[in-house]
Every structure is written in C-alpha cells, then in structure tokens.
C-alpha cells in the first residue's frame, strides 16, 4: 500500500479545485466503499445529498444514525439511505465511519463507536479542533484516521475544506476523503497542524464575508438604497468579486488596484477603511480564531484518553 509522509515544510501537500470525482490510479472509488455518517446533522445532509447529486454513490452504500431527532432521520430515509439510531446495526458493514458530531458530543459519540470498528476501517473525523491524537487514542489500533476542515458552504457544495492525515496513512484512503469532500466543493490536503489556521481563514471565513456583507447592507440603506435593492446590489458584487478572484493568476492587491482611480470614489471608500484600520481588525479577527481552535483542540488533549 502506497502511504501519506510529508516533510514539515509542505503547507498544502496537494490540492483540488475542480467537483466530483478525481482521476487517478491511488483513489478508492467512493461507490466500492459503504460509508456510514455517526451524526445526522447539516454536515451529514451535506454530504450525503452531494454525493448522491453527483452520482459519486448509491443509497445503498450510505448509512446515518443519529441520537435522537426522529425528523432528522427523515430526510435521509426519503434519499433511501439506511438510518437509525442502532449504531452496531449500521456500522456493521461500513469502511467509512464520517465523524459528524459537534465537539461537546465528540467524545461519548466515540467512546460508542470504539468497539464497533474493525482494524482496517477509515474514521474520519470533521469535528472541529479534534486532534488525530485524541482519536488515536479513543479507537482501537489498525483503525485509519483522517481529519477533515469543511465549512458551511458544503450545503450549497462550495465548502472549501482541508484534510489531514496522519503519516504512513494509505493514499487511497487520503484520496477517498477527499473524493468525498469533493462532493461539497473543493478539498486541500494540509498537515494537521495547520488546520488551526485553516479553521481560522475558511472554517470561520463564511461569518467575515457576511459580517461585511451585513455591513455594506446598512450602509447602503443609509446611502438611500431600499432594503431589497441594498441587498441584491451588495450579495451580486460580492458573487462577482469571488468570480473575478477566480480567474487564472488573479491577484486580489492587481484587481484592487484595477478598479481604484486617482481621486474617484473607490479610492476616497478604501482611504476610509485605512484610516479605520480595517486591515488590522480583520488580521487580528483571524489571530483570534486560530488561537481559539488551538484552544479548544488543547482542551480535547487534556480530556482522559479511552484504552483499546
Ligand atoms: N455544518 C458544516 O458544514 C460544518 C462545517 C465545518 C465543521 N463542521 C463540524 O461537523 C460537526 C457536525 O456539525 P453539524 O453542523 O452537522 O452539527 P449538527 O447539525 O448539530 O448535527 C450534529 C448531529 O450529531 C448527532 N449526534 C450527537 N451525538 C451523537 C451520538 N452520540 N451518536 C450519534 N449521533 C450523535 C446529533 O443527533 P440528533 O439529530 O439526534 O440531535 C445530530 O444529528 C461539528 O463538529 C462541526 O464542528 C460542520
């Protein structure tokens, strides 16, 4: 089996930008694999809604339990996926088992999964600030890990999500994470430690861009705009400005500098934002959220580790 090493200076080992399935001889195909979702939350829907939109899989090859929210259940069962909350029942077959938890029930959710997984089986794990160790620790050994960094966008398949995997993990099982992450946008492989900051730019990114959003709303309700106007006007520039950001070699300072003419209105707006230290805050915002996530990972290292 080919493995996952990387050297500490990679920052992002590989990457993908394009939907769907990847090509190449190391994947694991996402339908050759049974795949049972332990959380039947936003993540899960997600997940199983895109990959069934993309015909990446089956129903039949999909599982989801839950703790007790019936409705949740409902949805998944309509897509004739297996579900129910007899977690030895639904695991029973899975090469998968999707980690889609909160934080706070991370820990009981394993600690029920542990003895149900077989050496061999892949955990993958997208709960926030759940280090690989504390995983390790919490599972039998010969279980495959993997961490996954999606963001809410994944409900609209445009998540930008980071995986990370330990060394000496089995490439096709690196490749069929991220395959299944491809279903709800693109996927970057990172090592673990950078998913702090990861966390810090596109987990927690979504709120910046609709803080701001929110924000170029009220002032343009203040300008005189209308509420409906004010709002389309400011979701489609910032669908636009994504869409230019997009282009090949677009360069976010190029594009700025494009559209800011010597004594016009763009320049007059950012000399604003400069003089309000707007760069500032914004650095600072995403400082704090890394060492938040550094945080709460170290409050998952200090919790007792569960033996074999
Ligand atoms: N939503 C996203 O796009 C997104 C993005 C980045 C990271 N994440 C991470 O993904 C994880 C899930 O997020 P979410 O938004 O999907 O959460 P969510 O909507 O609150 O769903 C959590 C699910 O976990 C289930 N659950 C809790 N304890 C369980 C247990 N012991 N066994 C089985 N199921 C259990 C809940 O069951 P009930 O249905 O019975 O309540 C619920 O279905 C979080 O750790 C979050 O940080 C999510």
């Excluded at 995403?286 to 709460?296: L, Q």
Aim: proline content about 4%.
């Amino acid at each position: 089996m080919t493995s996952v090493a990387r050297n500490e200076s990679s920052q992002a080992d590989s990457s993908s930008t394009g939907r769907g399935l990847a090509g190449g001889s190391s994947t694991v195909s996402l339908d050759a694999r049974t795949i049972a979702f332990v959380g039947a939350g936003s993540l899960a829907w997600s997940l199983v809604s895109g990959l069934l939109e993309q015909s990446a899989t089956t129903p039949t090859r999909l599982r989801v339990c839950n703790r007790s929210d019936d409705g949740r259940l409902e949805r998944f069962a309509a897509l004739g996926v297996r579900t129910g909350r007899d977690k030895r029942d639904l695991l029973a077959d899975a090469h998968t088992v999707v980690l889609a938890v909160k934080p706070q029930d991370a820990a009981a959710a394993l600690e029920q999964v542990a003895s149900l997984l077989s050496p061999g089986t892949l955990l993958v794990s997208a709960v926030a600030g759940l280090p690989l160790s504390f995983l390790a620790a919490s599972l039998p050994g010969g279980v495959h890990l993997v961490r996954a960094m999606p963001n809410t966008s994944s409900l609209v398949g445009a998540s930008a999500t980071a995986v990370a995997a330990p060394d000496g993990t089995p490439q096709e099982l690196v490749a069929h994470t991220m395959d299944l992450f491809r279903a709800v946008g693109d996927v970057y492989l990172v090592d673990e430690t950078l998913l702090d900051a990861v966390t810090a730019v596109s987990g927690s990114g979504p709120a910046y861009f609709y803080y701001f959003t929110e924000t170029l709303i009220e002032a343009a309700r203040e300008v005189g705009l209308g509420p409906e106007l004010a709002k389309a006007l400011a979701v489609q520039t910032l669908q636009g400005a994504a869409a230019m950001l997009r282009q090949d070699g677009a360069d976010p300072a190029r594009l700025r500098a494009q559209v800011t003419s010597a004594r016009g209105t763009t320049e007059a707006a950012l000399r604003a934002m400069s003089e309000m230290r707007l760069a500032d805050a914004i650095k600072q915002a995403v400082h704090s959220a890394a060492r938040r996530s550094a945080e709460i990972s170290a409050g998952f290292r200090t919790q007792p580790a569960k033996g074999d």
